[in-house]
């Protein structure tokens, strides 16, 4: 997999989610678009549901500022060398390859289209995924807030382990 990087990704309400939108919208037979998926999202099982099926993978607690997102492999060197957050144990399935990174605000009315999403190719698959934060240059006027996702391939869905109620911030 090639390293894919997001620049000046900014987290509405103060998180971002990685999902494949195909499989989110088989789960909700083709009528996601417009919902309020944050509301069934944090309102009933579903956002369980997601993450546990590798649909999506939440980052919470971010706080409000711009971040870099790097996806890589594990074989990779990582641009983060001392994380300050670490949460692993996340599942994702992709049958088209196709994913997007997208604030949480843009989940309130849900449309797979919205130009602001990361539009993100990677190799079809099942991937376990680790999610890595570190502020580089920190306090100072070029410091950047950074975010990466190492997702190791794997022939059959991981294990779940993640834990969604895991907060990312790095303040």
């Known amino acids: 997999m090639e390293t894919i990087r997001l620049e000046?990704?900014?987290?509405?309400l103060y998180g971002f989610v990685l999902l494949d939108p195909e499989r989110l919208d088989d789960l909700y037979e083709h009528d996601a678009r417009g919902a309020d998926l944050l509301a069934?999202?944090?309102?009933?099982?579903?956002?369980?549901?997601?993450?546990?099926?590798?649909?999506?993978?939440?980052?919470?607690?971010?706080?409000?500022?711009?971040y870099t997102v790097v996806l890589r492999d594990p074989a990779t060197p990582g641009v983060v060398q001392a994380p300050r957050v670490r949460s692993g144990g996340w599942?994702?399935?992709?049958?088209?390859?196709?994913?997007?990174?997208?604030?949480?605000?843009?989940?309130v009315r849900w449309d797979s289209d919205d130009p602001r999403h990361g539009r993100i190719q990677v190799p079809p698959g099942w991937y376990g995924v680790t999610v890595l934060g570190q502020v580089l240059k920190a306090g100072r006027p070029d410091e950047e807030w950074l975010l990466e996702l190492v997702l190791d391939p794997t022939?059959?869905?991981p294990r779940f382990a993640g834990d969604v109620s895991v907060q990312l911030s790095m303040a």
């Open 40 to 66: 069934r999202f944090t309102e009933s099982e579903d956002g369980d549901r997601v993450s546990r099926e590798g649909i999506a993978i939440p980052m919470l607690g971010l706080e409000a500022a711009y």
């Open 8 to 12: 000046r990704r900014f987290p509405e």
């Open 91 to 107: 599942v994702l399935g992709t049958t088209s390859g196709q994913l997007l990174l997208c604030g949480l605000g843009s989940l």
């Open 155 to 157: 022939e059959e869905p």
